[in-house]
């Protein structure tokens, strides 16, 4: 059966990056950044979708009721891969590379992660069996970067094609076939 996947990553988050960071500082960033609002583009693709899937983030589910005004499925297995600073130092790193050694840190499961990669992945396929096994033919999926990139590579394995990405940019839609 023909199918269309839609992924859009959370609006940009309204909360100002500090450059340089300590362990602590990271860490309570990526709080505040969990709760922070996000900011609003125009977005809105309702004509092109017959249900959409959502993280169960706020800064998720904002997006999703802005871009979809039908059927949101609110799922806490399309939430963001959670991170935590992947040693602990009172030495300022560049927010950056804090996001590169904790990808890293994630990718080989240590135990600073809050989250380990086969929990990940095993969240990620779950939810995407639902979703593909459902009569729609056309789904919206509104989630994470690190999620999406994740859903991304699994959608391609499952004979997908779409748009590459590395790391998907903020707002913007990413449609998928299985011609």
Not at 118 to 130: C, F, G, P, Y
Not at 145 to 174: D, S, V, W
């Amino acid at each position: 059966m023909f199918m269309r996947i839609g992924l859009i990553r959370h609006f940009k988050v309204d909360l100002e990056i500090t450059k340089f960071m300590t362990s602590k500082e990271y860490n309570e960033y990526m709080a505040h950044y969990d709760k922070a609002g996000v900011i609003v583009n125009e977005l809105v693709i309702d004509k092109d979708w017959d249900k959409c899937y959502c993280s169960n983030m706020s800064r998720a589910i904002t997006t999703a009721k802005t871009v979809y005004h039908g059927e949101i499925i609110i799922s806490d297995k399309l939430m963001e891969i959670p991170t935590a600073a992947f040693i602990n130092t009172k030495f300022p790193l560049p927010y950056l590379l804090w996001g590169v050694l904790n990808r890293f840190a994630w990718l080989g499961n240590l135990v600073s992660q809050p989250e380990k990669k086969l929990a990940t992945l095993k969240r990620v396929n779950e939810i995407l069996d639902t979703i593909l096994k459902e009569e729609s033919c056309n789904i919206l999926i509104v989630s994470h970067a690190g999620a999406l990139h994740e859903i991304r590579k699994i959608l391609i394995k499952k004979g997908f094609r779409g748009e590459r990405f590395l790391g998907a940019r903020n707002g913007k839609l990413y449609v998928y076939k299985n011609e």
